[in-house]
């Protein structure tokens, strides 16, 4: 298989839109999704991690509706396009909601599931004398503002008795991060698979810190309260949100499969997706008090640190009406 640069790779998973038609002719669409037309869902993704998922799965086909996928670099800019309308529903990391719901986004917080923090790492290259995260003192972090990683690195630096004060934020997308790694602009990267096994594997990055035991490795679909005042993509949504949950179910005994379909819709070396996919095994969980009060603590810290304006309430921007669908994917 053809090895594509990393940076390449960032800057088409960054643009890359496309359309999922599926083959079951769906209910119609118009002001309230059913008047005329057949129902689109327009859907978010990143890395085509949902979309590899539910296509190796076997779960992309035969739904009364499409599907338009849109690719983003991280959660933040998923976020703002189902802030403006222009995304029904996506996936994203344990922080940008909190970013979201701190600059007042119109979003609600559908679904969640919990996965290995292992894939979330900072990372160092090959040949930095930096070997510990106590030694991150004073250096130029690259990190994407609002991402998972934000909190990551957040996390790391509290448990060491330092904070956002005591380095120097360089806040980049992936694309941007990398160069910045590459050419030694930046100490160290906060980041998260596969751009974590990517960077590893490809580029001999070492780890200085992974998230496990620091972060709680959860994460949401997020969805446009317009979409789910609409009742045929409110429908739509919840046949997502089944399908997905089964294909995560059925991820966790067939990773070699997964792997396959990621690095062929992608282009990830297969050996990246391998170890990528390794640490992406998620598992559907309800979105009940502890899951809010996780990220209630999330919202807490970036407020103590002076990174997010003003206090964040978690639980109004959450929307539990789909917890059965993970009930019944649980059984």
Request: charged content about 20%.
């Amino acid at each position: 298989m053809t090895r594509r640069p990393l940076a390449a790779l960032l800057i088409a998973l960054a643009a890359v839109t496309t359309a999922c038609a599926s083959t079951a002719q769906g209910a119609s669409g118009g002001k309230d999704g059913q008047a005329t037309g057949r129902v689109t869902l327009r859907v978010g993704d990143q890395k085509a991690g949902s979309q590899a998922l539910l296509k190796a799965a076997g779960l992309l086909d035969g739904t009364s509706y499409a599907i338009t996928w849109s690719q983003f670099t991280s959660g933040p800019p998923l976020l703002e396009a189902v802030n403006a309308g222009a995304v029904d529903i996506g996936g994203v990391g344990n922080t940008p909601p909190v970013f979201a719901a701190a600059s007042g986004s119109k979003i609600k917080i559908v679904a969640a599931y919990r996965q290995s923090a292992k894939g979330s790492a900072i990372l160092v290259p090959n040949g930095s004398a930096i070997t510990s995260p106590a030694q991150l003192k004073g250096k130029k972090i690259a990190v994407a503002k609002g991402s998972s990683a934000h909190y990551h690195l957040l996390a790391v630096l509290k448990k060491e008795g330092l904070s956002f004060k005591d380095i120097q934020p360089q806040y980049l997308q992936p694309a941007d991060a990398l160069a910045a790694f590459s050419s030694g602009t930046v100490d160290a990267w906060a980041i998260w698979d596969p751009f974590t096994s990517q960077a590893e594997i490809q580029h001999k990055a070492r780890l200085v810190v992974d998230g496990a035991g620091i972060v709680n490795g959860l994460g949401f679909q997020v969805a446009a309260p317009a979409a789910l005042d609409d009742a045929g993509r409110r429908a739509a949504i919840g046949d997502f949100l089944t399908r997905l949950a089964k294909a995560r179910n059925w991820a966790a005994t067939h990773l070699d499969e997964w792997a396959k379909v990621w690095a062929r819709e992608t282009g990830l070396p297969v050996e990246v997706a391998d170890a990528a996919v390794a640490n992406a095994v998620a598992t559907p969980v309800v979105i009940d008090d502890s899951v809010v009060s996780s990220e209630q603590e999330i919202a807490d810290a970036f407020t103590a640190e002076g990174l997010v304006p003003g206090t964040v309430t978690f639980s109004q921007f959450v929307d539990d009406r789909f917890n059965d669908v993970v009930r019944k994917a649980q059984r």
